[in-house]
Structure formats: C-alpha cells, structure tokens
C-alpha cells in the first residue's frame, strides 16, 4: 500500500518549491543566450516621439497588485492609448510578481513594463546581474510629456536616479516616494499636552511621561524588526553625515561600527533598558503592532508614509498621524533635526528583452507627466516622484504631514540603499540582529557586531554581484 | 475477452503515467542538474560549478541550523503525535467502562471524534493565522488565560527560548486529529473477543494499550510514523507564516532556507536546488530507515 504514497508524500513534501522551478524553466539551461526575445519593435524618433514609439506596436505592463492597487496604472494606460490609439495594452495585476514572471524572464519574452514590487519582488541584484534590465538612461534625457522645456530627469525629486541606479546605470525607476520617521497620533499629544521631542534627551524625558501615564512609549513589528533598524542609522546618518550611509552601501570594512552607529545604538538601547516599548512587541508582525498603535496602546512606531493607508481601515477618526524626523542627538549633529530619509519606491523597470522597450520606456514617460503623476496621487494618496505633482491636491492627514516633513528636510535629506543593492541583508541578517537587540538580548555592542558580521558574509560571497554607490 | 486486456490497461495507464512523468519526474531531474550550476535564476545561462554548492552547503551556519530544528522535529514531531493520537483514539473506541462487554467509547466520544478532526479540514495557512493570533501576546486568548489564572504570560513567538516550541505545539494539534481518526479506524477492525478476554483476566487500561492493542495496530502506527517524519522534515508553510525563521533564525527549517535563498532575499536558485536534493535524500533515507527499522511480523486476523 505505502510505497507509492511515501513517494507521493515526498514529492509534496520535500520538493516544495523545486519542481516549479525547474519545470517552468524546462528548456532553461542551455539555451542560447541572446536574440530569444527577437528584435527590439521600433518606430522613427521625431521631437513628438522622442524614444522612437513603434505607434500599433503591442504594449504589456504588469502591476503589483498591492497598496496601491492598479486602477492608478488602468489610467495611465488609457493616457498611453490616448496617443497611440492604434496600441494595444495587455494589462494584468499580480501579487506574485516573482513566481509569475520568472519563467518568461528566463525564456526571454518578458512582458514591456514590470511593477516590481511587494513580498513576492524579485531580488534586483539577480535581475541587474543577470543583465535583465534595460537601460533607462534614454528616458532621463527625454523632453517630459507635458512639463514644457523640462527634460524628465528635470522633473524628478531629488534622489530618484541615485536609488534606481547601479554602478552608475539608472535601471529601475521608483515611481512612489516615500519618507521614513517616526510616526504619532497629533490628537494623544494634544489631549495629553506632549510634545515631540526634538533631541534624544528631550525624546528620552517624553518616552518617561508617556510611561508614567500608562502607555507604552513604543511598540515595533517584532516579526519584522528591521524597521527599528531604520531611526537607528538614520539617527547615525544624522549625526555623522551622508557618508555613514555610503560606507554601510558600500559594504565598508567595520561600516556598522563606525563612531556614530555605535552613538546611535548607544543611545535607542536606553529605550529598550528603561522598558519603554511594550511588552509584547516582539511577538507582533506589522500590522499587529500598527493596530496596537491605532488603538492607543503605544505612542511611537517606525515606518514608512505607507502607514496611513495600510492602517486606513483600523484608524479611528480622529487619530490624526503625524510623521517626525528622528530625534537628533545633539548639537554636534552634521545635519539639522527637520533632516529625515526620503527615498523613491514602489520600482518599475523595463527588462532589457522586452519586445517593445520602445514603448515601455514611453509608458514611464507617461506616468512621470504632469497628469500621470497628478491623477496617481489623487488615486492612491500617496506621493510620486514628480516636483511639484501634490499642488492642489487633496491629500489626507497623515500624507499631509510627509510633505511637510519632506519640505522641511529638503536638501537635507539622506538615503540609504544598500537594502536594494543587497536584499539578504536588511532583510534576514540585520533583521535578525535588530530583533535580538530591540528584545533586549544584545548590547549596542553584539548588535553593530552582529550587523557587520551579516556586511562581512555579503562582501565575502563572491556570488553576490557588489554594487558602489556615488 | 482476454485480449483486449492489455489496450485497456495501457488506455488507463498511459496518461496518468505521462503527467506524473512530465509534472514530478522531469522537474526532479532538473532539479538536480540546477544543483550543479550557479544559475541566478532569471536568464537562460548558468555555469556547470559541479559539487561546488554542496560544498558550500556543509559550511553553510544558517542551513546546519535549520537542519538541527528539523532534526528535533523528527524525533518529537512523531513522538507525541502519535502518543497523543494513540490515547485519545483508545479512550474513544475503547475507553469506557461501564457496562460488562465493555468495549466502547468513553461518554460523547462522537462529539470529541467530531471536534478532534476540526483541524483536519482547515487549510494549514488558516491554521497558521489563527494561533499567530491565539499567541497575540497581549490580546491573545493563551495569554489572556494565563493572565487570567495568574501565570506569566510570554512572548512566545518573539523569544526565541520559545517561538520553535510553539510551532511544534500547532504542528501536533493541527496532525493529531487525522491519526486519532486513522488510528480509531484501526482499532474497529481489531475483533472484540480479543479485548473481552483480555478484559476476563481483568487488564487494565494501560495494559490493554500496550500489550494488545498497539502491537494489533503497528502496521497503521508503522504509516503514521513515516508521513509525520516526512512532515516533520517539511514544516515550511507553518513556519513561514507564523514565525518567518525568526527570531534570530531560532525557529528556520530547511524548506525556508530553500524558498528565501530562490524566491525571499536571494535568487539563488542553484544553490536552492542543491538544498531540494539534499532534502530529497534526507526524506527519503528517513522514510526507507523508518520503514525498516519499524518491521515487524504482520498479525493476521483469521
């Protein structure tokens, strides 16, 4: 009876994952190469077509089906067709993007424009080593679609080529921009009479009365505890300048253990001792601690402007989210307090053999217009990449208070990338050793060292492509 | 008659034959050629590396560690699922005592037979959801029934002292139901004179258990003992979904280890295959080395 169900058994239960894989790539290994996608379809470049649009040729754009849905992209889609009406747009919305276009990537039909996005994301470090990605260079230096005089890279809020490039090549566009702080309800405050403290002392004083009136003063996504690693470089950034950050990219020798991250996980491991984050956290994942949150239970939380949709449904009325820049730690500080990190994300990326690469690198120009941008923001209440697309905008609380933010960081504001450059490492080895240090079972100093150690085994795996950021 | 036998095995054979060839067997095949590139997983080229990935799997920290939480599964997993699963079956179809011929259930067996399967007919990501929520450590009714009686209420699926241990606890309660099912299933089928006369000489419960009806029942303990080891080396989606490894890798398995390093924050999926074929063979030398360590003479009832 059983010898034909073991071996049933076992193919359920042991190779999960590997036969999808090598099925799907059935013809994989040992191909050629090169020419699989066949010619590029391209049309005559003119000024009213500046990236050479084939107008009939075919149009396939995948959208990750997250946060921000996809009706945003259905109507850029319609402004795409609306001047070339003789194109056809294949349009599908997946949250698998990984699982979903693995196979076609390796069979080198991929579709025109991917949303790379989400848990199921492909990693970029395999895609841009791969050579998988078209160069979007070209689109840069267009004219913007209806910003007149404007070249595309003219309108971009800064930083956008910085976070989409690799070694140099701008590769992936990050369409949404997205500004990292510490989050509160304005209404706890103004019932309570707090203020958000500016300096560490002064964040340390509050986080004591907050306690002392029965709320924790912090709770974080113990499942995800990389968040928590966020305020800690960027406390560091704050103190030591821009280059922390680039060491820590870079994959620097002891980049973890500089002066200032040991300053900053010095000074976040006074909330952990004097029992300011709520019992319980390490136990939650994201949205757990964000409903804890919403529900008054902890006064401060990490994270990304995504907070206020991602929580739109379990957010009293009321509760007014308010982003604030990290604490700074004292006046020797390189950058001011209102300095916080801003980065483009949400990526979109035009893979190299795609049919019509014309018409992809057109379908972006598209969504960095004037009107793109604008209808995006009305749609999803989240910001792009476009300066100046907000204006006259409705936005809600919490986004309200991230251009704030953001405007008052201006050119202040700093980034951090190597989470793209080298995915593994923010999010399983720093992760790790943010969990263990945020649960008070490391010191400052087993944390940095815990941190560098994961740097180390990156930099020393010679599998990983490395990446230098400018 | 006769000869038209073989045209309708092959009509009924063939197909099932080629999917199973074309859908498990091939992709197998694949996998180990995959483990012997360094393919990235997203172009068509990949370099033969030969051993080079099962080399580095030896000195791979993360995997050992991985390979050592599955291990403890092994050995536990089965352990108490099957004890737990013996005894509640027992006490359902044999337990009670009331009466003289004695062989029946203890009170509302049906009810408890019904309630023990509950788990059975939830998808294990449900599973999962639920008792990450039943282990809410502030809101959470474990917690909140500790508190209640007085007890220190943990974080269990944020300490590492304890995440792993409850997954295994969910990983129980979610298999148990079936084996008390299969398990009581098998005990219909042992005669009734035999416990009437062993209940004559006046055995006990225990005795009952041990001496007569687990030795009548080692061919189905037998079965059960390898799908829990082949499960015990899997655990993946419970895993993933309420712990992700963490915290701090406490609570990995090799199945995780094989999904992140393909599809989570690697695309490695050379090096992925080569932890599948490691995988393969440690599932099947468990299941062949269960099979043969558990052999025993077949009872046969006449």
């Not at chain 1, 006046?331 to 916080?340: I, S, Y």
């Not at chain 1, 504001?413 to 450059?421: E, R, S």
């Not at chain 2, 099962?54 to 699922?81: E, K, S, Y």
């Not at chain 2, 695309?267 to 558990?294: D, E, P």
Request: aromatic residues 10%.
């Amino acid at each position: 009876m059983k010898r034909r169900d073991i071996l049933r058994r076992t193919a359920a239960a042991s190779l999960l994952a590997v036969p999808a894989t090598g099925l799907l790539t059935g013809c994989a290994l040992g191909g050629d190469d090169d020419n699989s996608g066949g010619e590029s379809l391209e049309g005559t470049k003119s000024e009213q077509n500046p990236l050479g649009v084939k107008e009939d040729a075919p149009l396939e754009v995948v959208i990750f089906n997250g946060g921000f849905g996809e009706e945003y992209a259905k109507a850029h889609e319609a402004m795409y067709t609306e001047k070339y009406p003789k194109a056809t747009i294949k349009h599908s919305a997946t949250q698998e993007i990984n699982k979903t276009l693995q196979p076609r990537f390796v069979d080198g039909t991929p579709p025109d424009v991917v949303n790379n996005s989400g848990a199921g994301q492909i990693d970029f470090n395999g895609l841009v080593s791969q050579d998988a990605l078209a160069d979007l260079g070209e689109l840069l230096d267009a004219p913007s679609l209806d910003i007149p005089g404007k070249k595309v890279r003219d309108t971009l809020l800064p930083g956008v080529v910085d976070v989409g490039s690799y070694d140099g090549k701008f590769l992936v566009l990050s369409y949404a921009y997205t500004a990292y702080g510490i989050w509160y309800s304005t209404k706890l405050f103004t019932d309570r009479g707090w203020q958000y403290g500016k300096t560490w002392d002064d964040h340390i004083a509050l986080c004591r009365q907050i306690k002392a009136a029965g709320i924790a003063p912090w709770t974080y996504a113990g499942k995800h505890p990389r968040y928590m690693s966020w305020p800690v470089i960027s406390m560091a950034v704050k103190l030591g300048g821009q280059d922390v950050a680039k060491a820590i990219d870079n994959l620097e020798p002891n980049a973890w253990k500089s002066d200032a991250m040991k300053a900053a996980a010095d000074a976040w491991y006074q909330i952990v001792k004097d029992g300011f984050i709520m019992p319980g956290s390490p136990g939650l994942d994201h949205v757990q601690s964000q409903t804890e949150w919403c529900r008054g239970k902890a006064a401060f939380i990490s994270c990304g402007s995504w907070l206020e949709s991602e929580q739109a449904k379990v957010t009293p009325a009321g509760f007014n989210m308010t982003v604030a820049p990290t604490p700074s730690l004292g006046p020797g500080d390189k950058l001011p307090f209102e300095a916080m990190r801003g980065t483009a994300s949400e990526p979109f990326m035009v893979p190299a053999k795609a049919k019509n690469r014309a018409g992809g690198l057109e379908y972006l120009r598209t969504m960095l217009s004037m009107k793109g941008a604008q209808d995006f923001t009305k749609k999803v209440s989240s910001l792009s990449v476009v300066v100046g697309a907000t204006q006259g905008a409705e936005l809600p609380v919490g986004l309200t208070s991230v251009v704030k933010a953001l405007d008052a960081s201006g050119s202040n504001g700093f980034n951090w990338v190597y989470n793209n450059y080298y995915r593994k490492l923010e999010r399983e080895l720093v992760d790790a050793a943010c969990g263990e240090f945020f649960s008070g079972r490391t010191t400052p100093a087993e944390f940095l060292d815990q941190c560098q150690k994961g740097a180390d085994q990156i930099a020393g795996d010679s599998s990983i492509k490395k990446y230098k950021r400018q | 008659m006769k000869h038209g036998k073989y045209p309708l095995i092959i009509t009924f054979l063939v197909p099932p034959l080629l999917l199973y060839g074309i859908f498990v067997l091939s992709p197998y095949l694949q996998a180990f050629q995959i483990s012997t590139t360094n393919w990235l997983g997203y172009s068509a080229s990949a370099d033969y590396v030969g051993l080079e990935n099962f080399g580095n799997l030896l000195r791979d920290g993360a995997l050992w560690n991985a390979v050592r939480n599955n291990a403890i599964l092994l050995v536990l997993l089965p352990v108490l699922t099957i004890g737990l699963g013996l005894f509640f079956a027992s006490m359902l179809n044999m337990g009670g005592r009331r009466g003289t011929a004695g062989v029946v259930g203890v009170r509302g067996s049906g009810a408890y037979k019904l309630v023990y399967f509950f788990p059975q007919v939830l998808s294990v990501v449900i599973i999962a959801l639920l008792w990450k929520e039943v282990y809410h450590p502030n809101n959470g009714l474990l917690n909140a029934t500790l508190r209640g009686i007085g007890l220190p209420a943990p974080t269990w699926l944020g300490d590492p002292r304890t995440a792993f241990w409850a997954v295994l606890a969910v990983m129980i309660w979610s298999n148990v139901g079936f084996y008390v099912v299969l398990f009581g299933a098998a005990m219909q089928a042992i005669p009734k004179d035999i416990y009437e006369a062993v209940m004559l000489d006046g055995a006990s419960r225990w005795t009952t258990l041990t001496r007569v009806t687990i030795p009548l029942l080692w061919d189905t303990v037998q079965v059960a003992w390898i799908y829990l080891a082949i499960a015990a080396l899997d655990g993946f989606i419970l895993i993933q979904q309420m712990t992700d490894g963490g915290p701090n890798h406490s609570s990995d398995v090799i199945g995780l280890r094989m999904y992140n390093t393909a599809f989570g924050s690697e695309t490695k999926f050379g090096y992925a295959s080569a932890i599948g074929v490691v995988m393969f063979f440690l599932t099947l030398s468990v299941a062949v080395l269960a099979l043969r360590a558990s052999r025993r003479d077949r009872i046969e009832y006449s």
